[in-house]
Nanobody
Framework: QVRLLESGGGLVQPGGSLRLSCAGP????????MEWYRQTPGKQLDLVAS???????NYTDSVKGRFTISRDNAKNTLYLQMNSLKPEDTAVYYC????????WGRGTQVTVSP
């Protein structure tokens, strides 16, 4: 089974921006809803944002107004634009496709620090 592949993580100062990307097979992007999760060491995996196949979005309260999830089905790519980053956004970010079985990427580290 082909995994998803995240990219775009890195080290950024508070208040900065990053854009995460998630590439996957066309069969996934054709019809699956997609999600971004994040996880810090010793904590559970938290849902950050989701987007349906036709573009409806939802966000966890802590990122509303700062993060934007989007998808380009023609490019088989999911995005997470993260603005006004805070130290508490530091985590490994994972993309996931709601397929059967669910598909996951390996994650990309985002570190927000002065």
């Amino acid at each position: 089974q082909v995994r998803l592949l995240e990219s775009g993580g890195g080290l950024v100062q508070p208040g900065g921006s990053l854009r995460l990307s998630c590439a996957g097979p066309g069969s996934v992007f054709k019809s699956a809803a997609m999600e971004w999760y994040r996880q810090t060491p010793g904590k559970q995996l938290d849902l950050v944002a989701s987007i349906t196949s036709d573009g409806n979005t939802n966000y966890t309260d802590s990122v509303k107004g700062r993060f934007t999830i989007s998808r380009d089905n023609a490019k088989n790519t999911l995005y997470l634009q993260m603005n006004s980053l805070k130290p508490e956004d530091t985590a490994v970010y994972y993309c996931s496709a709601i397929t059967s079985p669910r598909r996951w990427g390996r994650g990309t580290q985002v570190t927000v620090s002065p």
